[in-house]
């Protein structure tokens, strides 16, 4: 028996080849450019955010002092690691829906469904950036003390998570739009 891990590694490449069997062949190697440099970008930032919380639960409990920037740099981390890997949970399936429902609809029914759920999120994920864009200005005069740096490279994280989120949903709109429609056999 494979560990649940391993199952989940081989679930998601499966299903980012079956998205690559709908794109250009000119967008695939872009496309994987993008997925592998997010995911080395979601390890080096998990991985600095474990250390730094193991070192400061260590320096507190065994010797009785808390490192001042920790807390601070772990909120930032945590903002950059939850908005990039969004765009990555999107393309593997991995946030909440409605694929029960959707999948009980006719082939036709299924795709105008899908493709204007797709849209919506998509006009969303637009409203985002833009909302993220106009909070740079205001985070650019405030300094985050525990680490005196601007907060505008925390706010950073919400143009750039959601203009990968923007990017992720134009694969799987187009996927959805290339893939042939299942027909319905009734008896």
Not at 105 to 133: K, N, S, Y
Not at 162 to 184: G, Q, S
């Amino acid at each position: 028996m494979s560990e649940p891990a391993v199952d989940a590694d081989v679930s998601n490449a499966a299903k980012i080849d079956d998205q690559h069997r709908f794109l250009p062949s000119q967008w695939r190697s872009v496309d994987h450019a993008i997925l592998r440099l997010t995911q080395w970008s979601l390890f080096a930032i998990g991985t600095l955010f474990t250390a730094m919380i193991t070192l400061e639960v260590v320096s507190r409990y065994v010797f009785s002092f808390s490192i001042f920037f920790v807390n601070a740099a772990a909120r930032f981390l945590l903002v950059w690691f939850f908005l990039v890997g969004a765009g990555l949970a999107l393309r593997y399936g991995a946030h909440v829906g409605f694929e029960l429902v959707v999948a009980l609809l006719p082939g036709r029914w299924r795709r105008h469904i899908v493709i204007i759920a797709q849209a919506l999120a998509l006009i969303f994920f637009a409203e985002m950036v833009w909302g993220g864009l106009y909070s740079l200005g205001p985070a650019m005069n405030q300094t985050e003390p525990g680490l005196e740096i601007r907060l505008v490279w925390a706010f950073l994280a919400i143009p750039v998570g959601f203009a990968l989120l923007i990017y992720h949903m134009i694969v799987l709109m187009l996927v959805e739009l290339r893939r042939p429609v299942a027909h319905e056999t009734r008896p």
